[in-house]
Nanobody, 118 residues
Framework: QVQLVESGGGLVQAGGSLRLSCVAS????????MGWCRQAPGKEREFIGYISRSGGSTYYGDSVKGRFTISRDNAKNTVYLQMNSLKTEDTAVYYCAVNVGPGEYGYWGQGTQVTVSS
């Protein structure tokens, strides 16, 4: 099994940037492709993006494409989410997860809150 812990959330003004981290323990994260999702109050969980095991392939949801970047450092068992040009609608709890199958994610972390103010 793998345990995931997200960090790096906080309060930022619109147009600003944040970098979230997701540290894996247990089985090393390099064994897995990973993803990021978010959930805003009263809304369903939204897929943000995916990164392959090597980091050589990434994919993003339309709402964040061109603004967010996922990367990973397998030596540190860490996956990152760099968020630029933040908008108020990016306010949500952000989660990382293991890609356990085609389009499926599991082993969710506890999440980290991101709040973007106008």
């Amino acid at each position: 099994q793998v345990q995931l812990v997200e960090s790096g959330g906080g309060l930022v003004q619109a147009g600003g940037s944040l970098r979230l981290s997701c540290v894996a323990s247990g089985r090393t994260s390099s064994s897995y492709a990973m993803g990021w999702c978010r959930q805003a109050p009263g809304k369903e969980r939204e897929f943000i993006g995916y990164i392959s095991r090597s980091g050589g392939s990434t994919y993003y949801g339309d709402s964040v494409k061109g603004r967010f970047t996922i990367s990973r450092d397998n030596a540190k068992n860490t996956v990152y989410l760099q968020m630029n040009s933040l908008k108020t609608e990016d306010t949500a709890v952000y989660y990382c997860a293991v890609n356990v199958g085609p389009g499926e994610y599991g082993y969710w972390g506890q999440g980290t809150q991101v709040t973007v103010s106008s």
